[in-house]
């Protein structure tokens, strides 16, 4: 494939130590300070399976066992919270009567959601949790078997498929980068269902990325180092306590 956006070829430094000057100070080179990796300027290609795997992994295992980054998420979803639709006609008696039949079927999660766990509340702070921690989660929208409408809600880690049948990512995309199918896989099944059939809630949407990335991203590794550097703090006094004791 042509990389239509390759690095600009600079003329060659004058002085032995390649020094590479511009205008801008973010754009000098210098052997203290060294141009920045970054692997390629096309966004469709910034992400790869490998980075949602590692990013999907890190972003879990913190979330799990990391009481910081845990009240930091939560902190989040409860702000965010869920909104309700709220009928604004001029006929007050169909508001009344339209947002009366919305909570009694969205308010229940057996029918608003195939697998009867997640009300419409649940629901949004599910995806908004999903979408920090993961980057993104779909929902399906599909039908109830009393022929209602209804949901089926999917983690990140479930739209997948790479380089099967043209999917990228779980996705199948047009040339202006709309997406026209997903590849849902779970422990029963592999499905695809059509693009607007499902609704991607997705983490800083971005018209040439079409998977989210996890809210987390930039304090993984931080994060880890804090969590490294605290169990070895506790190690060392409890040996130090250890010691003392025995003396």
């Known amino acids: 494939k ?3 956006h390759r690095k600009p070829k600079r003329p060659a430094a004058s002085t032995p130590s390649a020094t590479m000057f511009s205008g801008y100070d973010a754009a000098t080179w210098t052997p203290a300070r060294p141009l920045p990796f970054w692997p390629t300027l096309e966004t469709r290609q910034e992400v790869d399976s490998f980075d949602c795997w ?19 998420v939560k902190t989040i979803v409860d702000l965010v919270g869920y909104l309700t639709p709220m009928p604004a ?8 009567l339209a947002a009366e039949a919305f909570r ?23 995806l908004v949790r999903r979408a920090i ?9 599909s039908k109830a078997p009393d022929g209602g409408a209804q949901f089926r809600f999917y983690p990140a880690n479930q739209i997948w ?20 199918e997903y590849r849902l896989i779970n422990a ?22 079409f998977r989210g ?30 010691r003392h004791y025995r003396n």
């Open 54 to 72: 590692a990013l999907w992994t890190g972003a879990r295992a913190l979330y799990a066992n990391s009481s910081d980054i845990r009240m930091v």
């Open 133 to 141: 921690i993961d980057g993104d989660a779909l929902a399906v929208l």
């Open 188 to 209: 029963e099944d592999v499905r695809t269902v059509q693009g607007f059939q499902a609704v991607l809630f997705q983490m800083e949407p971005d018209s040439g990325r």
């Open 104 to 126: 009694r079927r969205a308010g229940k999660s057996a029918l608003f959601d195939a697998s009867g766990r997640l009300d419409w509340q649940d629901a949004s702070r599910w």
């Open 161 to 180: 498929g790479d380089g099967e049948g043209g999917f990228q990512l779980g996705c199948k995309v047009d040339r202006a980068g709309r997406i026209l």
């Open 213 to 242: 990335i996890s809210g987390l991203v930039s304090a993984i590794n931080d994060a880890v180092d804090l969590k490294d550097f605290d169990n070895l703090t506790k190690a060392s006094a409890k040996l130090a306590a250890l």
């Open 2 to 4: 042509r990389d239509h």
């Open 89 to 96: 006609t001029k006929d007050h008696e169909w508001n009344t």
